[in-house]
């Protein structure tokens, strides 16, 4: 036992004898380890029957915590089903979009991400033989009309979820849509197949639930295409660069002219951001909007409630930046937590050890009654380290919440960033309905001093003309399209300031009654051995 | 020594609760001072004597003494006292800035007084005259003695280590079966040498757990401070009941932060202390472990050369020689020394079996008390905490509704 090279087995030694050490009292089975993903580590945690009630605030529990002593186990039971149980309603705590009281409680939309399945994609050009993908079986269960089943499963791909993804971001401007997960390439090369497959599958879970927990969005059918379409997934607009490039040379004269279907401009087009690629004209002009709007150069009409709105922008990028600025301290915290676990877990194995060496070795008596207070000192050492543990997975369960509401102020600034691509659509043809204008004025004038008129002139005034009223056409549309976006942010600030309130109260509450709950526990454990030792306070040395 | 009687050998009474009548002798370690500057800095205590002992002068004495005054009283009675277990010192420091940290110093003057303490109540080591110079002298006197010290007393490291290294040898070479005829080697003193050596290894473990505790306490605390500070700055950006939420909890953790340096320092001072001491101990242990391998060895040399000298007697006895007389003399001043070399390690086995005893009743008792602080101070923790988390909830539940 000289035992200092050898620390790191003695560690993971210390770890297994822990786990194998014979308490005198049965101990709650804290096995969870403390990093371990939440949704995963809940399958080890007791719990009794589920309150009816889960997604209200718990009045319950609330009693019990009034109620004089050991409230704790009360308290638990009612917070874990609360968290760790699967998410019946849309109402579930880990995203957003769960109301404290649901909308209509009888909708149901589960979905469970599983079984990664290697599979073959068949070349189709040049490079012979096929590259492999990963499909994840996913598997919903539901009651929403929208979807022609109840129970159904389908295979998809990490690609799909991107697919997913960017439609969703585009039918749902101004939405506090959640992100995606990563596509993490350094991650996949560098993590253990295994490793890196169960931490996509989880991500990904995760992300389609909470896409399922957002009121509008579940009901979109690019979700539900996603969820329920056999087969490859029909939500494809081309992605090949080559084509969009082309595609946006194309576009230009039918952007000025308005030559789609019927002449009329697609309000689809307009409705959307200038991508890279496809809008060569729209994304040149737009920019020399925006440049001329910096310089502040055309004062758009479109700007009365900007200050309120900036304000409301400072507040959230505020409050973003404490919450990182917690969370990383939440992060410290829970490693310090971790961390005087394990000292004390390894303390109490060093007296374990003393206590056999000295019961071995007794010669006298005192030594007997040194070893039985030992051992009582060495168990409660790793009693209160499991609970360490426990406290510590708990912890880590609720701060999760401001690690997950960092994501959901990403999905908010997008959501402003499409308000403001919006506004500049609408500012970049407002301005050029104003040089049309004055170009017309122009020519008419020119034209008015000839008499009989000059037939090249008068032609160009009427193309002049034609493509004012398309671009009037395309203004209109949007500023409709800004006008939704708006109201979408609105709706949906609304909901997150609700949202944001219930669950930080909700992690609070959580956080605190952990933190006392385990406290009460330890100083049980600690007050018996102080009496059991109170003997030796009379004798002071 | 001296010619009092002492009331029992073993039963003594608390040095600190005295009795009009009854011999007492009662010491304590006070007000550490810096003095001096730079690198000629140290600490000096105040030592008070409180007795009604004859040899000492006066009821009370108050004397100034700095560190390496306890060092010689230790040597000193290391020297005189073999085969008694003398209390440990509290070692050097090592580390420069920490050598005048208000912790390092409480510390110190808390393992000297307790140091001081042991002697004093030790039956036989009480009697000692260093001690009584060591309480009574004056500084210059006490100067004096320690400048003599360095050289004659003191042995090398070298050679403790020699002996260390022999005695460990020999409890390995019991463990493997060899034996070599120049130790000691009964069986229940085998026992007790590689109880000894064992006991060691693990208290030593022990102990660095239950420092590295202490720091895990500390930097709990001040993660637990960070925490509330940040998550007060968060309450700032509300100005609702969310907020007012958040800096109640930011304040509660840099409350409850506090409470965890505190019993940080508690642990230190009333767990971790008692278990560096009980090292400490043991090593003291093995200090006389070597002190009677010495005296064995010494003891198996003159016999031997007794013997010798016996052989070249009878040769001269029988020679009729004229260095007869001379050997005999020789003879006569060996088999004196001889006598004395094996009182000396009689006493030495004597009195270790008594100190054994002793060691193992004061360790259980020392360790019970050190035991009992652990379990109350975290108890004492671990409530504070509870009711400070429960004393939010009312007020969450009013933000909630």
């Known amino acids: ?541 | 020594m001296n010619t009092m009687q002492r009331s029992g050998s073993g039963s003594l009474q608390s040095p600190r609760s005295p009795s009009s009548q009854a011999p007492f002798l009662s010491v304590s370690v006070t007000d550490p001072a810096k003095m001096g500057n730079g690198v000629q800095a140290y600490i000096s205590y105040k030592v008070i004597t409180k007795t009604n002992l004859p040899e000492y002068e006066g009821n009370e004495k108050i004397v100034i003494r700095r560190y390496s005054d306890f060092v010689w009283l230790h040597d000193r009675l290391f020297e005189k006292y073999k085969g008694i277990f003398i209390p440990p010192l509290p070692e050097k420091s090592t580390v420069e800035k920490f050598r005048f940290s208000a912790e390092f110093i409480e510390m110190r003057r808390q393992a000297l007084d307790v140091f001081v303490n042991r002697i004093a109540s030790h039956h036989e080591l009480r009697q000692s005259d260093d001690l009584r110079i060591f309480l009574q002298a004056d500084e210059q006197t006490m100067d004096r003695a320690r400048f003599q010290e360095t050289g004659i007393f003191k042995k090398k490291p070298a050679d403790l280590i020699q002996i260390f290294k022999d005695v460990q040898s020999k409890v390995s070479d019991v463990v493997l079966g060899k034996e070599k005829p120049v130790e000691e080697s009964t069986p229940e003193y085998e026992k007790m040498k590689s109880y000894i050596f064992e006991l060691e290894d693990h208290l030593a473990e022990a102990q660095k757990h239950a420092y590295r505790l202490v720091k895990r306490h500390r930097e709990l605390g001040e993660s637990l401070s960070e925490f509330g500070k940040a998550v007060k700055l968060l309450g700032t950006c509300d100005d609702d009941a969310l907020g007012k939420a958040f800096s109640e909890l930011g304040a509660k953790s840099e409350i409850i932060s506090i409470k965890l340096q505190k019993e940080a320092h508690h642990l230190l001072m009333n767990f971790e202390e008692p278990l560096k001491d009980y090292v400490r101990a043991v090593q003291s242990i093995k200090a006389t472990i070597a002190e009677r391998a010495i005296a064995f060895k010494k003891q198996c040399e003159l016999a031997e050369t007794i013997k010798f000298k016996e052989i070249d007697l009878n040769k001269y006895r029988l020679t009729r020689s004229e260095k007869l007389a001379e050997a005999e003399r020789e003879y006569e001043m060996l088999k004196a020394e001889g006598e004395e070399t094996s009182r000396r390690f009689d006493t030495i086995v004597r009195l270790m079996n008594e100190e054994i005893v002793r060691f193992q009743e004061q360790k259980t008792s020392d360790m019970g008390l050190a035991f009992h602080e652990f379990a109350k101070g975290q108890a004492r923790l671990s409530n504070g905490i509870a009711d400070a988390w429960r004393s939010l909830l009312p007020k969450l539940e009013a933000h909630s509704s």
Request: proline residues 4%.
């Open chain 1, 1 to 541: 036992m000289m035992g200092y090279e050898n620390q790191e087995s003695h560690l993971y030694a210390s770890k297994e004898e822990m786990e194998s050490l014979v308490l005198d009292d049965d101990s709650p089975n804290g096995t969870a380890h403390p990093f371990s993903d939440p949704l995963s580590s809940s399958s080890s945690l007791p719990f009794a029957e589920i309150p009816t009630d889960q997604s209200q605030t718990p009045n319950s529990s609330f009693n019990s915590i009034l109620e004089p002593p050991s409230y704790a186990e009360a308290i638990f039971r009612s917070f874990d089903a609360d968290h760790s149980f699967p998410q019946l309603n849309g109402a579930h705590d880990h995203s957003i979009a769960s109301p404290s009281s649901p909308p209509s409680s009888d909708d149901f939309l589960t979905i469970t991400v599983s079984d990664p399945q290697k599979e073959q994609e068949l070349s189709n050009s040049l490079v012979p033989g096929g590259t492999a993908y990963v499909t994840y079986l996913i598997t919903t269960r539901t009651n929403l009309p929208e979807f022609d089943g109840t129970e159904f499963s389908v295979r998809r791909r990490f690609r799909d979820v991107v697919t997913l993804s960017d439609r969703l971001a585009e039918s749902y401007r101004g939405f506090f849509i959640p992100l995606r997960p990563d596509k993490s390439v350094v991650e996949s090369q560098v993590m253990q197949k295994q490793e890196f497959l169960e931490q996509r599958r989880a991500a990904l879970e995760k992300y389609l639930r909470r896409l399922a927990a957002h009121p509008v969005i579940r009901r979109s059918e690019e979700l539900r295409m996603f969820l329920e379409a056999n087969g490859k997934l029909p939500l494809v607009r081309t992605t090949d660069v080559g084509s969009r490039m082309l595609d946006g040379a194309v576009q230009l004269p039918k952007q000025i002219f308005g030559e789609t279907a019927g002449g009329m401009v697609d309000a689809n087009e307009v409705a959307q951001p200038a991508k890279g690629g496809r809008d060569l004209l729209r994304i040149f002009r737009e920019l020399k909007q925006s440049v001329s709007n910096d310089w502040g150069g055309v004062k758009p009409p479109v700007v009365e409630e900007d200050k309120e709105l900036l304000e409301k922008k400072q507040k959230l990028h505020d409050f973003e930046q404490q919450l990182s600025n917690v969370s990383q301290q939440a992060e410290a915290l829970v490693k310090a937590q971790q961390d005087i676990g394990e000292t004390m877990g390894q303390m109490g194995l060093a007296f374990v050890k003393l206590t056999k060496f000295e019961t071995e070795r007794a010669v006298y008596d005192s030594q007997r009654t040194r070893a039985a207070d030992m051992k009582n000192v060495a168990t409660a050492s790793v009693k209160a380290s499991r609970l360490y543990r426990e406290l510590n997975a708990q912890t880590v369960k609720h701060l999760d919440k401001l690690h997950e509401y960092l994501g959901v102020m990403l999905s908010v600034n997008n959501a402003f960033s499409d308000r403001s691509s919006a506004l500049l659509t609408v500012q970049t043809l407002l301005s050029e309905l104003s040089s049309l204008n004055s170009r017309i004025e122009k020519l008419e004038a020119a034209a008015s001093k000839i008499f009989g008129g000059d037939r090249s002139r008068i032609r160009k005034i009427e193309e002049l003309k034609e493509t004012h009223r398309v671009t009037e056409d395309a203004k209109s549309s949007a500023v409709r399209e800004y006008e939704r976006i708006k109201e979408n942010n609105k709706n949906e600030l609304e909901r997150f300031e609700k949202e944001r309130h219930d669950d930080f109260l909700g992690m609070l509450r959580g956080f605190i009654v952990n933190q006392a709950g385990y406290a009460e526990k330890m100083a049980n454990v600690w007050k018996t051995v102080a009496e059991e030792t109170s003997g030796y306070a009379k004798h002071g040395s």
